[in-house]
């Protein structure tokens, strides 16, 4: 019995879970390449979704790309007593300690107050932010008063001055930090950039996690147990399973641990155990490296003098990029359309050219339809216009933004002979019958059968935008 204890003890630290024999805390910091980490949101209006936290996913994503686990993410409301105790028991049982909130000028920022009780400190006023606080940042009250608030810290505190990526110079205001515990504003745009800073200079010689993602066009139910046998075997490697709404896959699996090799035995021997027809060749990232995938793709399609004809325009109209604009409604197509300018983009060597292009109102009101728009902008550079269509004539929104731009010379649309006739599109065509506007409306996919379309579409994993024909 006494051995079979041992052993249970044992495993708890091999495993480093948190526990508690005869009063002694096993903790969860690391010694080893990868530290741990928790993170303390702080305000009532988190909990009364008043405002939305968006400060822990922003952390936890550069946490870990730079290696650091994170084991706990607490949200608790501003109370003082409460706040102290969750830092000091953190503080114990993690490397780094990251809280957000609760350090501004009104009676509800109590973080500081509450790092010096978990740390039996006193608050004292730093000069330092002081002269912050009244050069910097203009104060015009009286010294003190409620806009010192944020230079009254504990005195054992350490300020760290990080740097603004973009310029290089000091932040306005450090990160204060005291043992291993570091106090964020609550505010996102000040959080990320001092965070960013932070993470910079603390994590930049940390090894990263060995990570890699399989997808399966599977039910989850299909491969749970060759899943949980394959964990089983190698315990010193994470696996994550998550089912998504994709047009590609069901089932998105991680596969994570300290070191390569682990990593790809584990991958190896789960997709030697499942169905080779399951497994999906899923590209994530179809922008980057966009021009090498595509002639890669090419080379093997049986549709690739479509393609290459179709690319020979691309090449063509964006010789002079700032006088292309592309129509954009998240359909196949469109995204089609812009994949390709992108590609002839960079065959061009015109790689951080940003692509033009327009949407309506109508459009982006689709359900999902944003978010969607704005994560496409972000991958390919795109400058979207987003106009308003409440008038009857689609073509005189058109033209009016014309006016505006008078270097645009032609509208790409991803219209086609046949498989997706929409009126929107044969309105825009109307242009090429107005004398009174500069732009030529052009169709480089009219030749496109819907095998071309779902061939290249599936081969490079294009995303797009499900849309009403």
């Given at each position: 019995m006494i051995n079979l204890y041992y052993r249970i003890i044992k495993q708890l630290l091999k495993c480093r879970w948190r526990t508690s024999i005869n009063g002694t805390i096993f903790r969860l910091k690391s010694s080893g390449e990868h530290p741990t980490a928790g993170i303390i949101v702080i305000g009532d209006e988190i909990l009364k979704a008043q405002v939305k936290d968006v400060n822990c996913y922003y952390a936890c994503k550069l946490l870990y790309?730079?290696?650091?686990?994170?084991q706990k993410i607490l949200v608790i409301r501003d109370?003082?007593?409460?706040?102290?105790?969750?830092?000091?028991?953190?503080?114990?049982?993690f490397n780094y300690v990251f809280t957000s909130g609760g350090i501004g000028p009104t009676h509800d920022d109590v973080t500081y107050e509450a790092v010096a009780i978990a740390f039996d400190d006193k608050l004292h006023y730093h000069p330092t932010l002081v002269d912050i606080i009244k050069n910097r940042f203009g104060c015009?009250?009286?010294?003190?008063?409620?806009?010192?608030?944020?230079?009254?810290?504990?005195?054992?505190?350490?300020?760290?001055?990080?740097?603004?990526?973009?310029?290089?110079?000091?932040?306005?205001?450090?990160?204060v930090t005291i043992q291993n515990v570091y106090i964020f504003p609550g505010s996102p745009v000040f959080f990320e950039m001092s965070f960013t800073a932070l993470c910079k200079a603390l994590f930049a010689?940390?090894?990263?996690?060995?990570?890699?993602?399989?997808?399966?066009?599977?039910?989850e139910d299909t491969f749970a147990d060759i899943l949980s046998a394959v964990a089983q075997e190698y315990s010193n490697v994470s696996f994550g399973s998550y089912p998504e709404r994709n047009r590609y896959y069901k089932v998105r699996v991680t596969i994570e641990s300290g070191n390569e090799k682990d990593t790809e035995t584990a991958r190896k021997m789960f997709c030697d155990r499942i169905p080779t027809n399951v497994l999906v060749h899923y590209d994530h990232t179809p922008h980057i490296d966009c021009l090498s995938k595509y002639e890669m793709m090419v080379e093997k399609s049986q549709h690739r003098s479509v393609y290459e004809y179709s690319f020979k325009k691309f090449v063509n109209y964006y010789q002079k990029p700032e006088e292309v604009l592309i129509y954009l409604d998240g359909s196949v197509e469109s995204i089609l359309t812009i994949h390709l300018a992108r590609v002839a983009n960079n065959k061009l060597q015109q790689t951080n050219t940003k692509i033009r292009a327009i949407s309506f109102k109508?459009?982006?009101?689709?359900?999902?339809?944003?978010?969607?728009?704005?994560?496409?902008?972000?991958?390919?550079?795109?400058?979207?216009?987003?106009?308003?269509?409440?008038?009857?004539?689609?073509?005189?929104?058109?033209?009016?933004?014309?006016i505006l731009r008078p270097e645009l010379r032609m509208l790409l649309l991803g219209k086609r002979s046949k498989g997706n006739e929409r009126e929107i599109y044969n309105n825009l065509a109307r242009l090429n019958d107005n004398n009174s506007v500069p732009v030529q409306v052009h169709f480089p996919l009219s030749d496109w059968t819907d095998e071309d379309v779902v061939n290249f579409t599936r081969s490079l994993c294009l995303p797009y935008h499900t849309t009403e024909t």
């Open positions: 790309k730079h290696g650091v686990k994170v109370d003082l007593r409460e706040i102290a105790k969750e830092i000091k028991e953190c503080s114990k049982m015009e009250t009286s010294f003190p008063s409620p806009a010192y608030k944020m230079a009254y810290i504990p005195t054992k505190s350490v300020l760290k001055f990080g740097r603004n990526e973009v310029t290089g110079q000091p932040l306005a205001y450090p990160c010689n940390n090894k990263s996690f060995a990570f890699t993602e399989i997808y399966i066009n599977a039910m109508s459009d982006t009101s689709k359900f999902g339809m944003n978010a969607f728009l704005n994560e496409l902008s972000k991958r390919y550079n795109i400058e979207l216009y987003i106009l308003e269509n409440d008038e009857i004539d689609i073509t005189l929104i058109v033209k009016n933004f014309i």
